[in-house]
């Protein structure tokens, strides 16, 4: 369900705000909102994470849904070791806007490490499915399928990779493990 952003109540697909609210007033806090998260960007590419993190928050204060303030948020927080802040922020990111392949790699790769397999595989195949040329999310989801016991699945993930990238370590090493496991299940 989509809601306005100014107002909260449901809207049709596609729309943004409700006839009661006014969307001039919006499209100016989009671009304030845009403004802030430039000078985020900026900030953080200056080596400046505390000052790019209060422009993230001042975007998401003018558009609550700036999806990329969340998700930026959630990047420096992963980096100052607080996952579950990060892990919190990319979940906003994805409700604000599902399309986010980064955020589901992101958290597909938690959840990979973590051996929570089936939202590892759930958000690296909204990944795939989003972006399928991001071979560093195939190589998770082969790796899920390899944990899974899907070996199948995982041979098609690691075989696109190196189809795309012929000297990719990481699949190679996949297709190596897959050989050996199913060489010795043969045996």
């Known amino acids: 369900m989509?809601?306005?952003?100014?107002?909260?109540?449901?809207?049709?697909?596609?729309?943004?705000?409700?006839?009661?609210?006014?969307?001039?007033?919006?499209?100016?806090?989009?671009?304030?909102?845009?403004?802030?998260?430039?000078?985020?960007?900026?900030?953080?590419?200056?080596?400046?994470?505390?000052?790019?993190?209060?422009?993230?928050?001042?975007?998401?204060?003018?558009?609550?849904?700036?999806?990329e303030a969340s998700f930026n948020l959630g990047c420096q927080a992963w980096q100052e070791g607080q996952v579950d802040r990060a892990l919190s922020w990319w979940k906003t990111s994805l409700q604000a806007n599902p399309d986010n392949y980064l955020a589901h790699f992101n958290l597909g790769t938690y959840f990979l490490y973590n051996r929570n397999l089936s939202a590892a595989r759930y958000h690296l195949t909204r990944a795939r499915r989003l972006k399928p040329d991001y071979l560093a999310a195939r190589i998770n989801l082969g790796t899920t399928y390899l944990l899974l016991g899907l070996a199948e699945a995982a041979r098609e993930e690691y075989i696109y990779v190196l189809k795309q990238d012929p000297g990719h370590v990481g699949a190679r090493r996949g297709l190596d493990l897959i050989s050996k496991v199913f060489k010795g299940a043969q045996s």
């Open 2 to 67: 989509v809601y306005c952003s100014q107002c909260r109540q449901p809207l049709p697909p596609g729309w943004r705000f409700c006839p009661d609210c006014n969307p001039a007033q919006a499209v100016g806090n989009r671009k304030e909102a845009v403004l802030w998260l430039l000078l985020g960007n900026f900030s953080q590419e200056h080596r400046r994470p505390q000052m790019a993190a209060l422009f993230y928050r001042a975007a998401l204060e003018a558009d609550p849904e700036n999806w």
